[in-house]
């Protein structure tokens, strides 16, 4: 069972709080800009797999805010080691919101490999996470979000989901000097 | 790893750089943060040391493209990091320093580790391929960099980093020789 990428996004929304770091990643990404457009939006991960680990530079560098990382399946599977270097690391301000949708959504919606069997969650609990679980429909994801959000980190949440409303691509924002720009001006007032 | 070149026995005897010296000029550039994957060449005269060094904050990494993303994300509220690794991780990161620091223009400082290179030997004259390509390779992206061999070279560590900072670009130092462990 799956449930929209949009409306975990929305659930999400009321508990992000102004001074926490969201990172995300592709689809993910342009979801969440389109729903929640805000300065500390951290749009500029680069290098396909590399969102985790700017999450886990931002949590380092600033251990007084939460930092939330919206990645995807695919580019977490391009980075895996990031699970045990975020999970032995010592931050306890990485929340990490996996979007399983077992797809390379963005190039084609071509297959993961091992696109059923992989377990994402249990990957970061072998891996040293706080925490980690999976949730396969709205209303438990909804539910469990002031605890995860609450409880020291890392922790992750693999949410197994479709796509949901489209959402526009705008590569040419997240790669742009200005979304960096702003996100610095953000992070640097204080 | 790189296959290792044979190094004629009268080959000359060549001062190595003191890794006492290198760490405290990273000090001396403000940085507390270390993000690294072992390498043979600075091992024993710079991770080791640093890793039992308070003063420094060691961020262990499983693969080298991610110390690129923690090094650039840290960089954004002015957090100053060293990123050390071996040229084969160097090689293996080209994408990420490509997106991260080029393009994004981000400072991302690294020391890398020339394993399989000759100590008496220019890195571009090296027989071993792996060594011998690797400042091409950077010239090739435009990226600073600077050799770090004899003991002198090491001098222009702290205003070599206050430069990437400050014009928010990588610098590349190359260790060509494995600097000289503290003495116990």
Known sequence: ?????????????????????????????????????????YVAVGAMGQASSHGLGLAIANPDRRVIVLDGDGSLLMNLGALVTIANSGVTNLYHFLSANRVYEVNGAHPLPG???????????????????????????????PEVLNTPGPQMSVLEIAAGAPYPRDYNFIHSAGARETFRTALNQG | MVASVAIAQDAPIVPHPSGAEIIALIKQARVRHIVALPDIVTSDGLLWPISKDPKFRLTRICKEDEGVSICGAMSYNGTRAVLMMQQTGLMDSLNAIRAIGVDYELPIVMMVGLQGKEPHVHPDQSAAYGVRIIRPVLDAMGLSHSLIEDPEDVAHIPQAIDAAYAASRPHIFLIGRSPEAPTQ
Not at chain 1, 128 to 142: I, K, V
Request: charged fraction near 20%.
């Open chain 1, 1 to 41: 069972m799956t449930f929209p990428r949009d409306e975990a996004l929305k659930a999400l929304i009321p508990h992000v709080t102004k001074d926490d770091i969201v990172v995300a990643v592709y689809q993910s990404c342009f979801d969440w800009l389109a729903l929640n457009p805000r300065d500390l939006n």
């Open chain 1, 115 to 145: 696109a059923e069997q992989v377990d994402f969650a249990a990957m970061a609990q072998a891996s040293g996470y706080a925490g980690s679980r999976s949730f396969n429909d709205l209303e438990n994801f909804t539910t469990a979000l």
